[in-house]
């Protein structure tokens, strides 16, 4: 593929992943992806011959290991899971907080949607859900815990994350990553 066709692609990941993460997948349209993208028409389904959700799915699949790398390189730095899911819960309310509220955990708003409904959209939320789990999981094994033990943790850690995300949504406000700060210290033993 041309240097332009990947740029333009790489145009409509992006415009799909902001608009999807704001507006939801219903709440997403086509024609709106296309005019933010500044693509063409054709180019969506050049690039896409599946659509709307091989569209959507290539965006979730970005955004969850933009994520990913976070995390690690988070963890890289942190001293103790205790300061990982605080660098977490910092950089993602840092990034919710700079879009007005308006965006938070870029695959909630999707798997809310569409999980029971669509099955390949749904599978990969879990896979990116699961890589993230991995991910903290991974952490709390260096930091001692067995490996059994270390992924129930990174899933009640996650779905604390995740759960005050939408809450800080919700609300505008960080208290709720405030709180979930406090309880992430507790059930981790510090």
Same mark, same amino acid.
């Given at each position: ?12 990941i ?5 608009l ?14 296309? #005019? %933010?993208?500044?693509? &063409?028409?054709?180019?969506?389904y ?7 959700d #091989? ?8 955004s ?7 995390? /690690?390189?988070?963890?890289?730095? %942190? ?8 660098? *977490?819960?910092?950089?993602l ?12 955990? &870029?695959?909630a708003?999707?798997?809310?949607? *569409? ?6 959209? #749904? ?12 991910a903290? %999981?991974? /952490? ?22 995740e759960?005050?995300?939408v ?12 709180? %979930? ?10």
């Amino acid at each position: 593929m041309a240097v332009k066709g990947d740029q333009t692609r790489a145009r409509l990941i992006d415009a799909a992943r902001s608009l999807v993460e704001t507006r939801g997948y219903f709440g997403t349209g086509l024609n709106e992806v296309i #005019q %933010a993208g500044k693509a &063409p028409r054709g180019s969506l389904y050049h690039h896409f011959p599946g659509g709307k959700d #091989q569209l959507i799915a290539e965006a979730l699949a970005v955004s969850g290991e933009e994520i990913d790398t976070l995390v /690690r390189s988070l963890a890289d730095d %942190a001293p103790s899971a205790t300061d990982l899911i605080e660098a *977490v819960l910092d950089a993602l309310a840092d990034r919710m907080e700079e879009a007005g509220y308006a965006k938070g955990c &870029p695959i909630a708003t999707v798997a809310l949607e *569409v999980a029971a409904t669509n099955d390949p959209l #749904q599978k990969v939320c879990a896979e990116v859900y699961e890589a993230w789990q991995r991910a903290l %999981a991974d /952490r709390l094994v260096v930091d001692g815990h067995a490996p059994d033990h270390a992924d129930d943790l990174a899933c009640s850690l996650l779905a604390l994350i995740e759960g005050a995300l939408v809450l800080a949504r919700a609300s505008r406000s960080r208290v709720p990553i405030e709180r %979930a700060r406090r309880s992430a210290a507790v059930l981790l033993g510090a």
